[in-house]
């Protein structure tokens, strides 16, 4: 094999590595993500609604 076909299956196999690494943090990140969401949905905090008196004259 000469170098530069090594070069190229060495850059081809590091590209194909880092895509994916960055689709499995992205995919974890939106996994978090919608966790996150789920467990904020869940807890639910009472509002009190204040009855506002209209401005007076």
Same mark, same amino acid.
Request: net charge positive.
């Given at each position: 094999m000469d170098p530069a076909t090594a070069k190229i299956l060495v850059s081809a196999a +590091?590209? /194909?590595s880092i895509s994916l690494f960055s689709l499995v943090s992205i995919q974890a990140f939106i996994a978090q993500? /919608?966790?996150? +969401?789920? /467990?904020a949905k869940a807890v639910r905090v009472p509002v009190r609604a204040e009855h506002r008196q209209p401005p007076q004259a």
């Amino acid at each position: 094999m000469d170098p530069a076909t090594a070069k190229i299956l060495v850059s081809a196999a +590091l590209v /194909a590595s880092i895509s994916l690494f960055s689709l499995v943090s992205i995919q974890a990140f939106i996994a978090q993500i /919608a966790s996150d +969401l789920r /467990a904020a949905k869940a807890v639910r905090v009472p509002v009190r609604a204040e009855h506002r008196q209209p401005p007076q004259a």
